[in-house]
């Protein structure tokens, strides 16, 4: 009995059989009672008729026969000493002497009595009335008129089995009545039961229409309320994405855990200092998932104290360096963990830059000051010695000029827009001119400079960076061909340019002295050189190491890549250009 309408039910059924006891027991005591008093004033009236007739005229028993005719009344007439004259239903010489019986003795004493009590001589209840009659010669009489009760008892009998029919149709009536009523009240309440398990679920609710006043307004309220909370789950779950989209996307890696400990959050960056993937994580405790300790009493600390940081070095393959900040919230702590390998990195490379420039301007300014120191102390030089050493503060001058030169060249490629305007331009008659001028170089003589070169390579850049970046390129190569070949026979380059379907290839290999894999990577930054030392040989007078940093950036400044690679015999640079 748990559901609305059984215990609706349950109730109407309930009323219905307890207003059938209510009006059961008292109606049928009152029609009874109503009964008894009927039969007992009647009796009465009888009881004062005969005693009438007696006093008229006694013993003339034949108008006590008419009368027993009349009334259905059983009559009996007894003498002053309880001895039975007459009655109508037995015969008056069987009967007993009836002084001590109840209703005689009080008619006798106060002139009228009655009584109900059970009849040997007929075998039932009888309702008694007597009363007292003196004949016109002075001598006493009872006459007594009695009723037998069986008759009310089926008056009472065929009342109570109508009383009974007519509460069961009614009640049967009141029932069917009420489950319909139940029915119309339970049905619009399961519907709306329905509706807010499809809300649970997140499926579309249909709550009912019509029904009764007080359940259709309920309906009406709650398909509004289902509508704005629609609207205000898909606004939170359209936050949700954007702000999940952010933390996935952010460049700092993201943990968040709940207050027993355990993952809630972890974005893509997070990825180097956990033991699995981060959609794998959700819910496992951090100890299991953390790579480095650091962070997992950095999330104790901020459990105590509410707010920590620190930072710590990830020995891995390369080591890596994270700054960790944490803060405690109502429902765990949130990590940001920022990774300062880079801006390490480039803090160093600052520093070894600026090492690195002051000592490539050293050389020069030494070269001047002793050319110059030389000039001013010596009296003895002559002009041809003074010459020479002019001749050498000149050189050093071009050469520290040349070396402002490239390093703003190089810095306006990092950081500033193109001071060239784009032109239509061929790069295999590019390559042609820059391999057939490094041909005409007489310390190149003896290196032989191939050509595989489709017949035209049509493509739209600014041809002064370009011719810069790839004659670097040939000049690299044939400067360590020279390297290791010296002036003897032997020395090869190969330059090649192809095209595949996005873009143009063009290699340059060399077997000169190759590279060291160790330094590939760090290969096109400042300052850093092919060889293993940093002395200056041959007919290059020493490069600074800015050639490939310069190249590098042309090449991606006109969308392209630039890379390095060992071969079983030198180097391979190779340059990818898109095609237009």
């Not at 010669?137 to 089926?154: K, N």
């Not at 109508?162 to 509460?167: E, M, P, S, T, V």
């Amino acid at each position: 009995m748990k559901t609305l309408r059984s215990r609706l039910s349950l109730l109407i059924v309930a009323t219905v059989l307890l207003c059938f006891f209510l009006a059961w027991f008292p109606l049928s005591g009152l029609v009874r009672d109503r009964l008894h008093a009927k039969a007992l004033s009647e009796l009465d009236i009888h009881s004062q008729v005969l005693a009438t007739v007696i006093a008229e005229d006694f013993p003339d028993l034949s108008r006590l026969e008419a009368l027993h005719r009349v009334v259905q009344d059983r009559i009996t007439v007894v003498d002053g000493g309880g001895r039975v004259l007459y009655d109508s239903d037995v015969a008056a010489e069987s009967l007993d002497n009836h002084r001590d019986r109840p209703e005689i003795a009080r008619a006798l004493d106060e002139g009228r009595g009655e009584n109900v009590r059970y009849s040997r001589s007929l075998g039932a209840d009888l309702l008694y009335v007597a009363r007292r009659a003196q004949a016109p010669d002075g001598t006493v009489y009872v006459v007594r008129t009695s009723y037998s009760l069986a008759s009310i008892g089926e008056t009472l009998l065929l009342l109570r089995q109508r009383l009974f029919l007519a509460f069961a149709l009614s009640g049967l009536l009141a029932v069917a009545v009420g489950l319909w009523l139940a029915s119309r009240l339970a049905t619009p309440l399961r519907e709306i039961e329905e509706a807010a398990r499809a809300i649970e679920k997140g499926d579309e609710a249909r709550f009912p229409s019509g029904g009764p006043k007080e359940i259709d307004a309920l309906a009406s309220a709650l398909r509004t309320m289902a509508a704005r909370l629609k609207e205000t789950l898909a606004d939170l779950e359209a936050e949700r994405s954007d702000l999940q989209l952010l933390l996935e996307n952010l460049p700092v890696g993201v943990v968040v855990t709940d207050p027993s400990g355990r993952v809630r959050f972890a974005n893509g960056s997070i990825a180097p200092l956990l033991r699995d993937r981060p959609d794998r994580v959700q819910g496992r405790p951090c100890q299991g998932v953390l790579r480095v300790p650091e962070m997992t009493a950095l999330i104790e600390e901020t459990a105590r104290s509410g707010r920590a940081e620190t930072t710590f070095l990830l020995r891995d393959k390369s080591p890596r360096l994270f700054q960790s900040q944490a803060v405690r919230l109502q429902g765990g702590a949130l990590v940001v963990v920022t990774d300062l390998t880079e801006r390490h990195r480039l803090e160093e490379a600052r520093k070894t830059f600026v090492a690195d420039a002051s000592h490539e301007f050293q050389t020069p300014l030494t070269a001047i000051r002793a050319a110059a120191e030389l000039i001013l102390s010596s009296e003895e030089l002559s002009d041809e010695e003074r010459r020479r050493y002019a001749d050498c503060i000149i050189e050093q001058q071009e050469r520290m000029t040349s070396l402002v030169d490239d390093l703003l060249l190089l810095s306006r490629l990092e950081s500033g827009p193109p001071t060239e305007e784009e032109e239509d331009l061929d790069l295999s008659s590019l390559l042609e001119t820059l391999a057939r001028d490094e041909s005409d170089n007489p310390l190149a003589g003896r290196i032989v400079i191939e050509r595989r070169l489709a017949p035209s390579a049509p493509f739209r850049g600014r041809p002064a960076e370009l011719r810069r970046a790839l004659g670097n390129l040939v000049d690299n190569a044939v400067k360590y061909v020279r390297k290791r070949f010296g002036d003897e026979e032997g020395g090869h380059v190969l330059l090649s340019l192809e095209a595949d379907e996005e873009s143009w290839l063009l290699t340059f290999a060399d077997n000169g002295v190759g590279l060291v894999e160790e330094e590939i990577e760090g290969l096109f930054e400042r300052f850093q050189r092919g060889e293993r030392d940093r002395g200056r040989v041959g007919f290059s007078h020493g490069g600074y190491g800015l050639g490939l940093a310069i190249a590098k950036g042309i090449i991606v400044g006109h969308g392209g890549t630039l890379t390095a690679s060992r071969r079983d015999e030198g180097a391979l640079f190779a340059v990818r250009l898109p095609r237009s």
